[in-house]
């Protein structure tokens, strides 16, 4: 037990906390920017098991800021090769890699098997639907997001009010790091910080960061952060589906004006056609999009004259 004698000196955690630590098992879905500190704080501090959750592979133009990766492992699949390194940091952590991407129909149980989830993913499809299903489970979910110089992390759900709560409305429109950068000392600080809320559940330490919004902008040296614990849930949150959830009654809509719709029986509406939008009585809609931001905000525009079922799908591949 010396590897973790500094930090079981402190009394908030000591051999008990260090022994809860050891049994507990935390899922990641994300092994990227976010994903890479979270791993190895997580994994240097004796987490018992880390489910690690990524369809992506090792890329060059992301080593600036995914540092725990090496130049001979670009292509490679991230779940595997941050796997690979985790071991060899502490073989005491069990990483289990799944090489896959997190949707409607895989978080179910991934969920439900973990003490505490962290949102290390970079699309809204993801980041919602961690939240509804952990929303669900009870299970409290470590959500953040970086670009730029600026970046934040909450604690929701388990208790706390979910990701949809504190961010009722979405941005018309999302920029990428691929289109507004990203700076790797931000990302890695707001990784950090989701670590630490991570331990600091699994520990029981109070006041929780469950209900704790915390934020950093770079570019002025400041940082901020509310407590959300009274925000209030939406009252027709729009819910993601996997496409192996379509049913053959479905009104299928791809939003993509840069690709041909995503199936055969997929119409191509453009989502300034939503307002106008008279769907057939009984079905259900089911928007697509690439990210999920786009069906979402025309699904919100769609409720507005139209009563009927509406899901959202998001186009990974």
Not at 43 to 52: D, F, K, R, S
Not at 71 to 88: F, N, R, T, Y
Not at 221 to 238: C, I, K, T, V, Y
Request: charged letters at 15%; a negative charge.
């Amino acid at each position: 037990m010396t590897r973790y004698a500094r930090q079981m000196v402190l009394p908030e955690i000591g051999p008990d906390g260090q022994a809860r630590l050891g049994r507990a098992h935390v899922l990641v879905v994300g092994a990227g920017g976010l994903g890479v500190p979270v791993l190895q704080y997580l994994a240097g501090a004796g987490v018992g098991q880390i489910t690690l959750v990524d369809g992506d592979t090792v890329a060059a133009h992301n080593l600036h800021r995914q540092p725990l990766y090496r130049m001979d492992q670009i292509g490679q699949p991230k779940a595997l090769a941050a796997a690979s390194v985790l071991q060899a940091l502490n073989p005491e952590t069990d990483v289990v890699a799944h090489q896959q991407w997190l949707d409607p129909a895989n978080a179910p149980k991934l969920v439900a098997a973990a003490d505490v989830v962290l949102d290390c993913a970079d699309t809204f499809a993801v980041s919602l639907t961690l939240s509804d299903t952990c929303r669900d489970r009870g299970k409290p979910l470590i959500a953040a997001s970086a670009l730029a110089l600026s970046g934040y992390v909450a604690g929701c759900c388990g208790g706390a009010p979910s990701l949809r709560a504190v961010f009722p409305d979405l941005p018309e429109r999302g920029a990428t790091c691929a289109t507004a950068g990203v700076m790797g000392p931000v990302v890695g600080t707001i990784g950090a910080l989701q670590a630490q809320m991570a331990l600091s559940v699994l520990l029981g330490l109070s006041p929780s960061p469950l209900g704790q919004l915390i934020s950093l902008d770079a570019a002025r040296w400041r940082m901020g952060g509310f407590r959300f614990d009274g925000a209030a849930e939406p009252d027709q949150p729009l819910p993601f589906i996997a496409r192996s959830e379509i049913c053959a009654q479905d009104f299928l809509i791809d939003l993509r004006h840069e690709a041909a719709p995503f199936c055969a029986d997929a119409r191509h509406i453009p989502p300034d056609a939503i307002a106008t939008l008279a769907p057939p009585a009984g079905a259900r809609v089911v928007l697509a999009c690439a990210t999920g931001l786009r069906a979402h905000n025309a699904g919100q525009i769609l409720q507005t004259h139209w009563r009927g079922d509406i899901a959202l799908l998001a186009l990974t591949d």
